[in-house]
């Protein structure tokens, strides 16, 4: 199993720019979480799907953030427009039954100029 | 509401002696308790978790962890560090009683564990 894919590794873009972060799960894997971290605030859950569903999304920092799960097979975090404070390590993460861990990627580094 | 403090943001062993990382908790209910490790440049990886049963818990890499629920506490212990442990370890809580509908894994901020040669 190659895990949780996430693309890119690293987006640097510019202040005001779309920027479309994208997760492939493990298959079979029904949960999939979006977090953020920084230095700051360390790891925020932002959003959580089960079956493609999005269940809580109260970790949304703004309305510029948006997820969307459109199959099992993948996910995306949408930032529009992004900002300079925008700047994170954004992580995907799934798992499978019920009391199992989370499986993460490795993230993708984001620098808003 | 549930929450997690590690109190140490950074914890430095010499190489072959024991280490701990510590952890509290605090959770509404029963805690579902989980320690995760993050190298560098890499997203965390599951170590151990406790949900019921016997109080210390054996995981990966030689890592054991604690519980002792009348000190809500969840500490991470190795008996001899390694070089090859220095990375960043997270604790982590889920109240279990939280129902199957709400999945909540609150995270600590964060340790920084530097062994030294």
């Known amino acids: 199993d190659a895990g949780v894919i996430q693309s890119p590794r690293h987006e640097v873009t510019e202040m005001g720019q779309e920027v479309t972060l994208r997760c492939k799960p493990i298959s079979g894997h029904d949960y999939l979480f979006w977090y953020r971290q920084t230095m700051m605030r360390g790891l925020e859950l932002l959003i959580y799907?089960?079956?493609?569903?999005?269940?809580?999304d109260s970790g949304m920092p703004e309305d510029r953030f948006s997820a969307k799960m459109p199959n099992a097979s993948f996910s995306t975090l949408k930032i529009q427009p992004s900002e300079p404070r925008d700047s994170a390590v954004y992580f995907c993460a799934t798992r499978g039954s019920y009391n199992s861990p989370l499986h993460f990627g490795n993230g993708t580094r984001l620098t808003v100029t | 509401a549930q929450s997690v403090a590690q109190p140490e943001d950074q914890v430095n062993v010499a190489e072959g002696n024991p280490l701990t990382v510590k952890c509290t908790y605090s959770?509404?209910?029963?805690?579902?308790l989980f320690w995760y490790v993050q190298y560098p440049n890499r997203g965390l990886q599951f170590l151990l978790k406790?949900?019921?049963?016997?109080?210390l818990v054996k995981g990966s890499y030689g890592f054991e962890a604690e519980f002792n629920k009348s000190q809500t506490s969840f500490h991470l212990k190795k008996p001899s560090a390694l070089v090859s442990d220095s990375a960043l370890y997270f604790c982590a809580v889920r109240d279990m009683d939280s129902g199957a509908g709400s999945y909540q894994l609150t995270f600590g901020k964060g340790t920084k564990l530097s062994v030294i040669p």
């Open positions: 959770v509404s209910g029963n805690p579902y």
């Open positions: 799907f089960n079956n493609n569903v999005p269940i809580d």
């Open positions: 406790y949900i019921t049963g016997d109080n």
